[in-house]
């Protein structure tokens, strides 16, 4: 199924239904709420809301889980710029040039380019999503298990890039994270496994509460020893740019839109990547290359789009190979799964409502967030004072409601509180988080379609080298860890987790 | 602890002896119906993978000197906040179940607010009184959500 305006047209008349819309400016609202509160981060964010939409229908939910995600990425921008706390890696620049923005009295123009910013590369990165998904989607429907296997071990070979320097711990990480999806009944033969002969572990390890505990309750802690508390005092009163302004960034917009995306739809290069790549580019193309780290509108501008051009380009591989390129899209991927969707190329045939709905929301929570925060700058810039003492509590809350709602077993809320734990240790040891999510939501698909596929071939391991698209991906998945395992051996320097990755 | 690489070679070892355990728990999974795939083998795999990597990082960490990193672990103050900022989430969970959401989680805020910020004492209680309250209305009442009401508003 390619792309069609037919399937565009569809998609808007169920994303304009006035439920949608609502789910989708309160998506808006609470990513962005999320994005701007310091202590959260979009990733947090997406898995503390993530069990709490298991309300809503499916297509609702992932609109508004959609909504959260873009809108948190927006968000951040904000405590950037106010208080110069960069909420992820890839806020730095913004950070950097917004502070000093802010400190010449112009946070809210800078605040207003960042969300103009956004919204263009936001828009032009739907609309490149809209043409390119599908298509990637049409050659991938002749996928059988083979294909799936090879596909998800190519995701797992991610733990490479998504480790940093740290290989040995992001493969610790990521075998960590298949032996929690491994506890309890084998999804072929039925069989228990890791139970140690008890009844509640028969059922599994729910992975919502592992991605909250990791996220959630671990960034509650590193806070809590951190002693954060809230520090801005600053006042906006304009927030109007000046033309020259929006002349001055046009061009960084367009162009850092086109980097983002491109870039995004590389597995491992996630927004923390794109946006320095996107910064020092336009240092390049600048007419006053000087200004930079001095307060640069087209520098903050840059680094804006192409953070929310990265953002959106990860969806391409989400829908079209079920393929998560970032943390956050891990995440999203536990959240399509948990409404029984399963993300990959036949998506775009079983489910053409839903994910077209999803993409024709996209366009309209873009717009949203415009309107949405242009007008609502003093209101964010508010929000940022709000101290850690009320804050942590109400994340824990939101937190154990999230994860208790989703098989309504205090089991899962004590496993969220175990791996709160596991978490807070692995940012203390260096350990990358990352793999240890992509790991637990891939476990027992990665196991299923091993199991069909060796069935297929009477138990030849061969069949994933003879087929040529699962060759590829192997061969693909051999190379990213040959050079990864290469890239250590030659280091020869202690595992440490770099800034490139993502926790 | 206080050094990445002492760190390292601990923690390498430690998940070297949970590869063990993982490789024992796989060879007691009773395989029921014959398959290619056996239910033993993916832990088995995980747990060779944990076994090698566990080992692999002790060895690395213990042959690589000179370059060193010191971890940024809390002082005093820092763990006795940690400890309790666990434990209150642990009775919160134990509450849940006996009192209610709405009321485990009033519980749960005013002592949490009020632990971070002794002063508060007034801002605590208003706050989750808010909260239990949208926990009631909004979960329990309107979504009508499995949460345990507790036994003063079943």
Known sequence: MGFSFDYLFQGFSIALTWQNLFWAAVGCFIGTLVGVLPGIGPVSGIAILLPLTAVLPPTSAIIMMASIYYGAMYGGSTTAIVVNIPGEASSVPTA?????????????????????????????????????????????VVFGPPEYFALMFMGLSLVISLSGRALLKGIISMALGLTAGLIGQDP???????????????VGVDFIAIIVGLFAISEVMINVEQRLTSISKMEVKSWMPTWTDIKQCTGAMLR????????????????????????????????HPELFSHGAMDGLAATEASNNATSTAGFVPLFSFGLPTAP????????????????????????????????????????????????????????????????????????LVGTYSVRFQTFDIWIMLL???????????????????????????L????????????????????????????????????????????????????????? | MKTQRVADIVVGCGIALFGILIIYASTLITSGTPHKLPPQT??????????????????????????????????????????????????????LNRLGLPIASFLYITFS?????????????????????ISYFLFIRLLALSFPAGPFLE
């Open chain 1, 188 to 202: 072929l033969t039925g069989a228990e496994r890791l139970t140690f002969g008890s009844v509640t572990l028969t």
């Open chain 1, 328 to 399: 956050s899209m891990a995440v999203l991927l536990g959240g399509l799964m948990m409404y029984g969707l399963q993300p990959g190329p036949m998506l775009f045939v079983t489910n053409p409502d839903f994910v077209w709905a999803v993409i024709a929301s996209m366009y309209i929570g873009n717009v949203m967030l415009l309107v949405l925060n242009l007008p609502l700058i003093g209101l964010w810039v508010r929000i940022v004072r709000i101290p850690f003492y009320i804050l942590g509590p109400l994340i824990v809350f939101c937190a």
């Open chain 2, 42 to 95: 993916f832990p088995m795999v995980v747990g060779i993978l944990l076994l090698l990597c566990g080992s692999g990082l002790a060895l690395k960490s213990w042959t690589i000197r000179g370059v060193d990193f010191a971890i940024p672990w809390p002082d005093g103050e820092g763990v006795r906040t940690l400890f309790v900022v666990i434990a209150s989430i642990a009775c919160y969970i134990i509450l």
């Open chain 1, 447 to 503: 196991e299923t379609s091993l199991g069909q596929s060796l069935l297929i071939s009477w138990g030849s391991p061969w069949i994933f080298f003879t087929r040529p698209i699962s060759a590829v991906f192997m061969a693909l998945a051999f190379l990213s860890i040959g050079r990864g395992v290469w890239a250590q051996i030659k280091a020869k320097a202690p595992e440490v987790v770099t800034d490139d990755a993502e926790y």
């Open chain 1, 96 to 140: 950097i040039e917004g502070y000093e923005l802010a400190k010449q009295g112009r946070a809210g123009p800078a605040l207003a380019i960042a969300a103009i910013a956004s919204f263009v590369a936001g828009t032009l990165s739907v609309i490149a999503l809209t043409f390119f998904a599908p298509t990637l989607a049409q050659f991938a």
């Open chain 1, 256 to 287: 850092s839109s086109t980097v983002g995306f491109l870039l995004g739809l590389l597995p491992g290069c996630a927004p923390s990547v794109t946006s320095f790549v996107a910064y020092d580019v336009e240092k390049r193309f600048s007419k």
């Open chain 2, 113 to 133: 607010i009020w632990y971070l910020k002794r002063s508060k004492w007034l801002l605590a209680i208003v706050i989750s009184l808010i909260t239990a309250a």
């Open chain 1, 419 to 445: 791996f709160g734990v596991i978490g807070y240790f692995m940012r203390k040891l260096g350990f990358p988080i990352a793999p240890m999510v992509l790991a637990s939501v891939l476990a027992q698909m």
